[in-house]
């Protein structure tokens, strides 16, 4: 226990470095019943190492999309710096507006202690995923095509590209911790095609798989329109979109692709699905942030990542079956 507390604090003393943590700041660490009191000492040691003035807010574990208290919330809007502890994703939420409106920088840590130690904020890492960044801004359309069906063009509409290195260094920034990733919100109607999904579900917050038999998806302008539910996998996708009840849920959030080496499939780490080098992103869902654009409100979310497929942008291939072909990124391909 006590090496692994070790560990948390050294990634923790990491984090604070590439978050810029300066002393005198105002760190706030929020945090519920449900999460792990050697993550919550760790960040707590190593921002007041830092010579910031930290605050624990702690309160009662709530589910996926649901706002903190509106004292905590209070409470984070003052603060300089946030380190988001919450078991449940708040991101898409208007607290969330609120508190980044007032130039507090949040980072989320929603990954595994594990992936707290595996994955801390590295400038390789930064740098590809600005590498990666370079790719989508300016482009105006991408394609992502598979050897299983998937054909699916998505139109960025203006919307801001979001680059996720795990850190959060600029006034009114927000991340998460373990991420490394490229991402757009299209605008809402704006995707068209086939998606065969092959790879990572996440439908938050219940079902974390690895996909065994793959589930075919129509989407038409924007939203999922109908899902091939011929087996297991593919008949829990369809009843937890159904179980919603939200036309919202079926609406494309947000697509992307990841850049992380370090990143494995099998820990079952939804951070490290998303950072896979090579993968790409397609998801679900609300996606309402002011950093992104997105305008989709709704209490569900999911994230797909397709394995060993395709990517266009502009025309031009970035990635083919799962790995990198641009020069920039292809000298950490496995």
Same mark, same amino acid.
């Given at each position: 226990?006590?090496?692994?507390?070790?560990?948390?604090?050294k990634s923790?003393?990491?984090?604070?470095?590439?978050?810029k943590i300066?002393?005198?700041?105002k760190?706030?660490?929020?945090?519920d019943?449900m999460?792990s009191t050697?993550l919550?000492d760790? %960040?707590? +040691?190593?921002?007041v190492a830092?010579?910031?003035?930290v605050?624990?807010?702690?309160a009662e574990?709530?589910?996926?999309?649901?706002? =903190?208290?509106?004292?905590a919330v209070?409470a984070m809007a003052?603060?300089d710096?946030i380190?988001?502890?919450a078991?449940?994703s *708040?991101? %898409?939420?208007?607290a969330t507006?609120?508190?980044?409106?007032?130039?507090t920088?949040?980072l989320?840590?929603?990954?595994?202690e594990? &992936?707290?130690?595996?994955? =801390?904020?590295i400038a390789a890492?930064?740098?590809r995923v600005?590498?990666?960044?370079?790719?989508f801004d300016?482009c105006?359309?991408i394609?992502? +095509?598979s050897?299983?069906g +998937?054909d699916?063009? #998505?139109?960025?509409?203006?919307?801001?590209?979001?680059p996720?290195?795990?850190?959060?260094?600029? =006034?009114g920034?927000w991340d998460s911790?373990?991420?490394?990733m490229? !991402?757009?919100s299209?605008?809402e +109607?704006?995707?068209?095609?086939?998606?065969v999904?092959?790879?990572s579900l996440y439908?938050?917050?219940?079902h974390?798989?690895?996909?065994?038999?793959?589930i075919?998806a129509?989407?038409?302008?924007?939203r999922?329109? !109908?899902?091939?539910a011929?087996h297991?996998? &593919?008949?829990l996708l369809d009843?937890w979109?159904?179980? *919603?009840?939200?036309?919202?849920s079926y #609406?494309i959030a947000?697509?992307g692709?990841?850049?992380?080496?370090?990143a494995?499939?099998?820990?079952?780490?939804?951070?490290? *699905?998303e950072?896979?080098?090579g993968?790409?992103?397609?998801?679900?869902?609300s !996606?309402?942030?002011v950093?992104?654009?997105?305008? !989709?409100?709704?209490?569900?979310?999911?994230?797909a #990542?397709l394995f060993?497929a395709?990517l266009q942008v502009?025309g031009?291939?970035?990635i083919?079956?799962?790995?990198?072909?641009v020069?920039e990124?292809?000298?950490?391909?496995?």
């Amino acid at each position: 226990m006590e090496q692994s507390y070790i560990e948390l604090y050294k990634s923790a003393q990491k984090t604070c470095e590439a978050c810029k943590i300066k002393p005198e700041e105002k760190v706030v660490i929020y945090t519920d019943t449900m999460k792990s009191t050697a993550l919550i000492d760790a %960040f707590f +040691t190593a921002a007041v190492a830092c010579g910031a003035e930290v605050l624990i807010v702690k309160a009662e574990g709530r589910p996926p999309m649901v706002e =903190p208290p509106k004292a905590a919330v209070e409470a984070m809007a003052q603060a300089d710096m946030i380190f988001d502890l919450a078991t449940e994703s *708040w991101l %898409f939420t208007d607290a969330t507006q609120k508190i980044i409106k007032t130039g507090t920088r949040m980072l989320q840590v929603l990954v595994t202690e594990k &992936a707290v130690r595996d994955r =801390p904020p590295i400038a390789a890492v930064k740098d590809r995923v600005e590498k990666g960044y370079q790719i989508f801004d300016g482009c105006q359309e991408i394609r992502i +095509t598979s050897d299983l069906g +998937t054909d699916l063009t #998505v139109r960025r509409g203006g919307r801001k590209v979001v680059p996720q290195a795990g850190c959060v260094h600029t =006034p009114g920034d927000w991340d998460s911790l373990g991420l490394a990733m490229v !991402n757009f919100s299209p605008p809402e +109607t704006e995707a068209e095609g086939t998606v065969v999904f092959n790879g990572s579900l996440y439908l938050i917050p219940d079902h974390k798989l690895l996909v065994s038999t793959p589930i075919h998806a129509e989407v038409n302008k924007g939203r999922v329109t !109908n899902i091939r539910a011929d087996h297991t996998e &593919a008949k829990l996708l369809d009843d937890w979109f159904r179980a *919603w009840n939200d036309p919202n849920s079926y #609406v494309i959030a947000h697509v992307g692709f990841g850049v992380d080496p370090r990143a494995d499939i099998y820990s079952y780490d939804i951070g490290a *699905w998303e950072s896979l080098d090579g993968g790409i992103i397609v998801a679900f869902g609300s !996606n309402y942030w002011v950093e992104s654009g997105g305008q !989709n409100k709704s209490l569900s979310h999911m994230d797909a #990542v397709l394995f060993n497929a395709n990517l266009q942008v502009d025309g031009k291939l970035i990635i083919d079956r799962g790995k990198f072909v641009v020069p920039e990124l292809t000298h950490c391909n496995k």
